[in-house]
């Protein structure tokens, strides 16, 4: 739903690792930046059948953050490792949110994403080295509508994807249906989310698997 425009995992430019193998020198590694996950969209499997969408956290919200945690997993032929994660709250937000009996309406959402992003290469299980990289990302003012429904008194379920998506620092990835946890405490509205992601490719002759995973929290305001 939002997909194209809330993207919160993170707009870090694309990190070039470069990193010795067991065997031969790895060529230059374009890896997806961080889950961004900046918010992310995930997979909650529950059941979807007879749903009622209406619900107490029906109302109009301000956007205030997202909290979020990622970590991705490169991985060679040779079983060496490049991990990278990242820890971070959104600043400069805005926007309002509409939950409305099964509907939800986005206004004017914006955010920035400035944090670091920590790199560990391993060989052989041994850490060979460690780097730390800065990354940024401003979600422009962007409006956007979707669904939503409630699976019971703490589970959400987004048919056509949540109020965000990952980036990878050059591309927006489209969102896919999935759910989470929603917690209403007084006027804060908090709504976890996860998101998975295992993909293998191909560089320079070499074969890699990428295990990519974040966890956000979005809090919003009653008004």
């Given at each position: ?134 990354f940024t990302f401003t979600l422009p003012s962007s409006n ?24 990878d620092g050059s591309n927006s990835y489209q969102g896919t ?47």
């Amino acid at each position: 739903m939002m997909a194209d425009y809330f993207s919160v995992i993170l707009n870090s430019k694309n990190i070039f690792l470069f990193w010795a193998a067991k065997k031969k020198t790895m060529k230059k590694l374009i890896v997806p930046t961080l889950l961004s996950i900046v918010i992310l969209i995930a997979s909650c499997t529950k059941e979807k059948d007879n749903v009622n969408s209406a619900s107490a956290i029906d109302g109009t919200y301000k956007f205030t953050s997202v909290s979020a945690s990622s970590n991705s997993t490169l991985t060679d032929t040779y079983g060496n490792n490049v991990v990278t994660t990242s820890d971070y709250t959104t600043i400069n937000n805005g926007g309002t949110v509409v939950f409305n009996n099964g509907s939800l309406t986005a206004t004017g959402l914006t955010y920035t994403v400035d944090a670091q992003a920590k790199t560990i290469y391993y060989e052989d299980g041994q850490i060979l080295d460690s780097s730390s990289y800065p990354f940024t990302f401003t979600l422009p003012s962007s409006n956007s509508v979707g669904q939503y429904k409630i699976i019971s008194s703490d589970s959400i379920y987004f048919p056509q994807g949540g109020l965000t998506a990952p980036v990878d620092g050059s591309n927006s990835y489209q969102g896919t249906a999935g759910g989470g946890q929603y917690k209403l405490s007084g006027k804060i509205l908090t709504i976890t989310q996860q998101y998975l992601k295992d993909s293998t490719f191909t560089d320079s002759g070499d074969t890699y698997n990428m295990k990519q995973s974040a966890i956000a929290s979005i809090i919003l305001e009653k008004q």
